[in-house]
Structures are given as structure tokens and as C-alpha cells.
Nanobody, 124 residues
Framework: QVQLVESGGGLVQAGGSLRLSCAAS????????MGWFRQAPGKEREFVAA????????SYADSVKGRFSISRDNAKATVYLQMNSLKPEDTAVYYC?????????????????WGQGTQVTVSS
């Protein structure tokens, strides 16, 4: 059994910060890559950030570069998304995802495990 549970979402004003967490449980040995996606109402799910087994292997969507930072604590099987300088357009449900891969994919179909999502709302 595998579970990914996101937390840390909430309501914040533009320019503020939030840190999302995703805790993995179950058979997590093969979770080589973990990532974050988001989906706003009426929009398709989009890639946000991902991280490989090494802290050197990261990938970010252009829209969040310089504002968001992804990190992981392998001992705790947890991945984080630090979100700074939040904008109203960042409002979405944020999903944690995981996969075993030799690359850091940016497409949702390449991820095998998903969390339930956590709502992030940024007000102006």
C-alpha cells in the first residue's frame, strides 16, 4: 500500500508564502522522483516542480522559477514545496506525485502515485 498525503495549503495574500509538505508511506523504496502539480478550476493539471533522488536534480516550471523551491527529506520520505512571492494565479489544488524514473519527468502521465491534493488560495 502506498499513500501520499499533502498538507500546508491554505489562504494567503499575494506576496506571501506557504510551505507544502507531502509525506509518503507504504512501499516508498522506489520513489526516486517526487513532484508537484497543480490544477486550477477550469484548467488542466500543470507541472510545478520535481526533484530526483539527489538534491542536484530538480526541475521547475518557468512560471514558478525563482519563487518556488522543492526539497526532500529521504529519511522522512517527505517532499516539500516552499512557495514565496505568491500570486493570485498560483491559486489551485496542489498535488504531490511520485515515480521511479531515471529522469525527472514533467508530464503527469509519467507519475504513478498521487496524493489527494491540498488547496492553495492566493488573494489579491
Amino acid at each position: 500500500q502506498v499513500q501520499l498525503v499533502e498538507s500546508g495549503g491554505g489562504l494567503v495574500q499575494a506576496g506571501g508564502s506557504l510551505r507544502l509538505s507531502c509525506a509518503a508511506s507504504g512501499r516508498t523504496f522506489s520513489f526516486n522522483v517526487m513532484g508537484w502539480f497543480r490544477q486550477a478550476p477550469g484548467k488542466e493539471r500543470e507541472f510545478v516542480a520535481a526533484i530526483g533522488s539527489s538534491a542536484y536534480s530538480t526541475s521547475y516550471a518557468d512560471s514558478v522559477k525563482g519563487r518556488f523551491s522543492i526539497s526532500r527529506d529521504n529519511a522522512k520520505a517527505t517532499v516539500y514545496l516552499q512557495m514565496n512571492s505568491l500570486k493570485p494565479e498560483d491559486t489551485a489544488v496542489y498535488y504531490c506525485a511520485a515515480v521511479s524514473s531515471i529522469v525527472v519527468p514533467r508530464t503527469s502521465s509519467q507519475y504513478h502515485y498521487w496524493g489527494q491534493g491540498t488547496q492553495v488560495t492566493v488573494s489579491s
